[in-house]
């Protein structure tokens, strides 16, 4: 039996030790040379070994949360590469794409050592990684997108490093928190997955897809995986039966091909369930048969066997060589009953569509080196990237980054049907299942879907919502005198290029209506507040807001309030909270300084800070704890005058003041704790402590156990095992005072088999 997804094997591990178990970063590097070994026509490997030596050499002091060495990472990602049959180029800057982003080395120095290809990849994927969570996540991912559509755009290989960081990155989130495995599930199945698929990439979407589900939903895919392989054995018997049958009447007719089963994989099955509200024994095509042949001639040949042997279900017959997908995919599907009126798929493709359908655009694109060395092209890997260039069309149409996730989130959801329909002159349009013949005008040209009258679908006339069916020939009636779409389309049209199309006609022609709108709900929700209007309009405060809402110009601020894209209260208050800070008091370094050296000590009013701080000097500045030692009510601590940011309070141990030099040190000023006038304080504080044990089972609970019995929260906890047996735990969490710490330390000390403990110092 062959399977789909190598997510099928569920990878669970007993304790940390297990957990931390890795192959030895040199056995990595000769697997990747020996897998370039099998396709590339050179047996020159200086760029690649270049590069895993320079990687490793950054990477050096790093660790990934399993608590293996940083560089095991890059080198999986130049495997997974190296399986996709890429050039030396790709595969060096697969092995040095974390680089930049994570070490001091510059894109310039890359350049210099690899040259400017690799080096532009590596840029193009190190942009992709910048996401910041903790912003607003769907503004700053909107950007982060189209950054990474734009690098696309110059170089495809640049998405196809990322994919093949993604899936390692998938293969390994069991040692991430699960908030943070849900996020980046979520992410896979929006975006990433969906783009292999684009590109026609099965081989890493299959295994996408399911490493998405077992985060996404673990409870769905465990009890999805039980009933599967519940019934496992007498699938595989049935399969190898219908394998057996296949076989033996396509060889008597003289056609030579590889012939095997397989079963679905786990997220297609699911998607199926859900969006069919079927269950498990009601997927059709959950056993499938797959059919390998020399030639097209020898596909429809094999049909027509197969079509002799067994039933074909009605309408469940889809050609794919006649009608490739967009993604370029070619095959011939058909369902059929089989023995005891059980139904199942057979695929049957040439060897060559097989490769396509596995690898997509690496298969044969104009980066794939000729046997000479020299890099040929081709059309087919063009093809693939139309909806590229629409989603680049769809970045200089859309200020709005809301709009354009929701746009870019429609149209890469594939696991809606197609329908395929001809134009008057035999062109096929492939629209989503359920278009109309408004679908089908934008599909032509913007021009004719917005002066678009009428239509005519085999030759009559249909209303404009008449759905669309396979096959159908659409003519569409245009009038010079059209008045435009009208908004009513939008509930009509299923493709999101029309959808995008007619939303982009209405703000263009509409734009000065909602300008001019947007700027008296701006101007009467200032008024109703009591702000100043011409106060909160400097162009600092609008580049922010700007910034914030992901638009191009603040007049695509003030349209999106006048047609209710944000709300007018979102924007000015985002306007007086910029304004009120710049009116707080700012003092220079010299000032805070020279404040400090007239030794007057007054507490220091600071919004945001938790506890009572007293600085030496000063008062009304901003005053940070820092996050490099996390000081706490007891600690001995010291004022440091950060540039621009006030003063930053360190613990006086802390690793970073012990080394700082001669000209910080001057910098540095006397702070201390501020007790409250009632004796009391209920703030919380943060704090990261290390615990070194010998590993065992539980270890991790008694743990876990100490801080639920004492009502402390744990924000993050992270775990890892030397080859040694000593299990190191590093775990953040809030406590009141020093106190309070020096009791948790003290409880933890008597856990069995804990070695040490010890709070993090910088």
């Known amino acids: 039996m062959e399977y789909d997804s190598p997510a099928l094997q569920v990878r669970e591990t007993a304790n940390i030790a297990e957990q931390a178990s890795f192959t030895p970063p040199e056995d990595l590097y000769r697997e990747l040379v020996s897998r370039v070994l099998k396709y590339h026509p050179s047996d020159d490997f200086s760029m690649i070994e270049k590069a895993y030596r320079k990687a490793d050499g950054c990477h050096k002091d790093q660790r990934r949360k399993s608590g293996e060495p ?33 070490t001091p080395v510059t894109v310039g120095e890359i350049e210099a050592e690899f040259g400017s290809e690799v080096a532009l990849l590596v840029d193009g994927v190190t942009k992709l990684g910048q996401i910041d969570y903790n912003a607003d996540k769907v503004e700053v991912q909107a950007e982060n997108l189209r950054k990474m559509f734009l690098a696309m755009a110059r170089d495809i290989r640049v998405i196809i490093i990322k994919l093949a960081d993604r899936l390692h990155n998938m293969r390994t989130m069991q040692f991430m928190r699960p908030e943070k495995q849900q996020e980046k599930a979520r992410e896979t199945m929006d975006i990433y997955a969906p783009i292999a698929q684009r590109l026609g990439i099965s081989r890493i ?41 296949v076989r033996k009447h396509i060889e008597s007719a003289g056609i030579k091909a590889e012939i095997k089963g397989r079963v679905k994989h786990f997220f297609s099955i699911y998607k199926k369930m859900v969006n069919q509200d079927k269950t498990l024994d009601q997927i059709y095509d959950l056993f499938a048969i797959r059919i390998i042949v020399d030639s097209v001639q020898d596909c429809y040949a094999s049909l027509g066997l197969i079509h002799e042997m067994y039933k074909p279900i009605p309408g469940r017959f889809k050609d794919y060589i006649a009608m490739p997908k967009p993604n370029m995919y070619q095959s011939l599907h058909t369902t059929l009953i089989g023995p005891g009126g059980t139904p199942f798929e057979i695929q049957i493709r040439t060897w060559e569509m097989h490769r396509i359908a596995e690898y997509g655009i690496a298969a044969h694109w104009k980066y794939k080196e000729a046997s000479d060395g020299r890099r040929v092209s081709g059309n087919q890997e063009e093809e693939k990237l139309v909806w590229l260039r629409q989603i680049l069309e769809w970045q200089q149409d859309s200020s709005d980054n809301r709009e354009f996730m929701s746009l870019l989130k429609s149209d890469l959801d594939l696991f809606a049907e197609n329908v395929y329909c001809f134009s008057p002159g035999g062109d096929v349009k492939t629209l989503p299942a359920g278009s109309c013949p408004i679908d089908f005008a934008y599909s032509i040209h913007s021009a004719v879907g917005n002066r678009m ?214 910098r540095l000023i006397e702070a201390e704790w501020q007790v409250p006038a009632d004796g009391r304080d209920d703030s919380t504080y943060a704090v990261e402590i290390n615990i070194f044990a010998s590993n065992r089972t539980g270890l991790l609970v008694d743990v876990s156990r100490l801080f639920s019995d004492r009502k402390i929260d744990i924000g993050q906890i992270s775990c890892r095992t030397s080859k040694q047996g000593t299990a190191t735990l590093e775990i953040s969490f809030q406590v009141h005072s020093i106190q309070e710490l020096d009791e948790v330390l003290r409880q933890i000390r008597k856990i069995d088999s804990v070695i040490d403990v010890e709070r993090k110092t910088g």
């Open 205 to 245: 979407k299959v295994e996408l897809d399911d490493l998405a589900l077992r985060y996404w939903k673990p409870e769905v895919y465990a009890e999805l995986v039980r009933e599967v392989n519940e019934t496992r054995t007498e699938r595989e018997v049935f399969v190898e039966g219908i394998v057996r049958e």
């Open 70 to 102: 940083y560089i095991i990472h890059p080198l999986n990602v130049g495997i997974i590469l190296a399986e996709l049959e890429m050039d030396k180029e790709t595969i060096a800057a697969g092995i040095l794409h974390d680089v930049v982003e994570d």
């Open 453 to 666: 009258v009428g239509a005519r679908v085999n030759g009559k006339l249909v209303p404009i919502d008449y759905r669309l069916r396979n096959g159908d020939r659409v003519e569409i009636l245009t009038s010079a005198n059209s008045r435009g779409p009208s908004l009513d389309w939008l509930n009509l049209v299923k493709s999101t290029q029309a959808k995008n199309k007619i939303n982009q006609w209405f703000r263009r022609e509409q734009k000065a209506d909602n300008v001019d709108r947007g700027k008296d709900l701006i101007a009467s929700y200032a008024k109703q507040k009591g702000y100043v209007l011409a106060d909160l309009m400097k162009p600092a405060y609008q580049e922010s807001v700007i910034r914030k809402f992901g638009f191009h110009d603040w007049e695509a601020v003030l349209a999106a309030v006048g047609h209710g894209g944000i709300k007018e209260g979102s924007v000015v208050n985002k306007l007086a909270d910029l304004a009120e800070k710049e009116k707080r008091k700012k003092l220079t370094d010299e000032e805070v300084l020279q404040a400090a050296s007239d030794r007057e000590r007054l507490p220091v009013a600071s919004k945001g800070t938790k506890g009572g701080i007293v600085v030496e000097g000063l008062h009304d500045v901003a005053v940070h704890f820092a996050k490099c030692c996390s000081p706490l009510p007891g600690d001995e601590i010291v004022g440091f005058v950060t540039r621009g940011r006030g003063v930053t309070v360190h613990r006086s141990d802390c690793v970073n003041v012990m080394h700082m030099s001669d000209t910080d040190r001057g």
